[in-house]
Each structure stands twice: as C-alpha cells, then as structure tokens.
C-alpha cells in the first residue's frame, strides 16, 4: 500500500446552521475544516497511511485541529504552529450549498522541512488540493518545493485547484499557476466552474477537450458534477459515473470526501477507475447529508453499507 500525504490549510470553519446565509445567519456552528485536511481524514478514516503537513494556530483553535488529526490517526509530525489559526465563515441556503469569507491566519506561512521532503518516495502519493496554496506566501513556496521532490522521485501526484473566488484577486495569474500543475500532475480534480475557468470554455465537452491536451497523456481527469456524479477521462474511459440519491443537508467537504476516497483506493492499489469512482461518489454523497466536514466523512463500514 502505498502512503498519502495532504499539503496545505487547516482551518475553522463557522457554520450558519439557519441556512439563512452569512448576511442573515445568527447562529453558527464551529467545525474543524480545510481541504487538505479534510482529505487527510478522510484518507486516514479510510485506513490509508497518510500525513498532514500545514501551519495551524499557537492558539487554543490550532490545538484543537492538532487532536482532531492525532485522533484521526493523521500523522502530525510535520506540522508547525505558528500565529493564529485561519477561520472560514461559511454560509449555507436552503440546498445546502455554500458561500465563504475567510479571516487568514497562519496558514500561508508553512515553510517546509527537509524532513517531511525525506519521506517522498515512488510509493507516495502526495495530494496539492489546498484552496489558500497558490496566493502567493511561504506555503506556495512549500507547495513548489514538495512538488518538485515528488516528480523527482517519481511519486504521484494529484492536484484539486479548489478555487474559491473570494481568495484570488489575479485570475489570470492563478489560471496559469493551475494549468502548471496540471501538466505535471497523475490525476487531476475539477468541479464545474473550475473546468470553465481553466479552460475558458463554457461548453462541457469543449473544456475538457482543452483541458485534457494540457495533461500528461497517461493522466486521468475527474470532473465531478454534484449529484450527477463524476466526469471520468482517461485513456481507458470517457464517461460519467452516477452517485447514489440523497437529500442534500451541506456540500461543505463533499468533494474532499470524494477525492480522499478516491485516493485511498490508488493507494491500496485499485486500478479499475469506474470501480473508485463509485467507491469516491458515496464518500461524498454521505458526506453532504450532515453538517460540516471532517465530522462527516465517512468510514469504511459506512461506505460499505451505502
């Protein structure tokens, strides 16, 4: 089996629990939350080796986040606490589906070691799906660096740009920082938008096209699409695989559900592609029936009984 490892942001996430919106909400609910930790859980729920690596609070919120990963038998060996921890205010309506406004904290400032660069190898699958990671500050540095090392040695990497329009104020700039890491990267991760953004296509087939040629030939692209499912296109297969029927009560970490599932299957060595992506579809359609993130990725017992 090979391990995971998940760069980027660790964060709070403030819920409106009104589902009346950040303008209206009076009542928040407070969640541990960030992408690349939300998929280290979800990895680690899913009895995947797998390390965190990220800058949380020296404040009692980045303590916090510390036991939920240790309690998730994250390995946190690789972590530094610096500053205060980065909140996310996120707001839901009546689907469940979400807006953000962010007060940064210390995520951004990650420097990493030579020592967590010491455990990359061609057994490792290294996962770059933070939304704070291409800003600009130390962890794009971090984020560059462990790239590089994982191409060196011949690791995997995938990339989940996780684009959240309220952190990025030069589209262009973080277009063409995306598009780098989609040429270099194993499988790559795209919702909708993103798709649109990055292709400047608004046709689906057109923007995947476009996207596809900027791929290694060997890669895999996903696409998810919500309830639908995913969009899967590789070299092998070019089709949508369904998701099963929920009611939808908070998108807030479904997609990280979706591709931390997806990754503990290539990492415990499935090579079937519709057979992941089922697997990654449940992840995420349980995922979204519950409030929060990390306190609802699913285990494997819960994915088998769905």
Known sequence: MKKVVCIGEMLIDMVDVDHKGLLLAQNFELNPGGASANVAIACARLSTETYYLGALGNDSFGKRLRNVLEDNKVNVDFVDHIGNTTIAWVGLDDDGERSFEFLRGSDGKYEIKKSALDIIDENTIVHFGSATALLGDELEKSYD????????????????????????????????KTINYIEVSDYVKLSLEELELISEEKDIEAAINKVSHIMKKSAVLFVTLGSKGCYVISEEISKIVPSIEITQVDATGAGDAFIGALISQLAKGETDLEIAVRYANRAGAITATHVGAINSLPTEKELQSN
């Not at 790239?147 to 990025?168: A, H, W």
């Open 145 to 176: 660096t462990l790239k590089d090392k994982t191409i060196e040695v011949q690791g995997t990497v995938v990339f989940d740009p996780n684009y959240r329009e309220l952190l990025v104020n030069d589209v262009e700039s973080y277009r063409n």
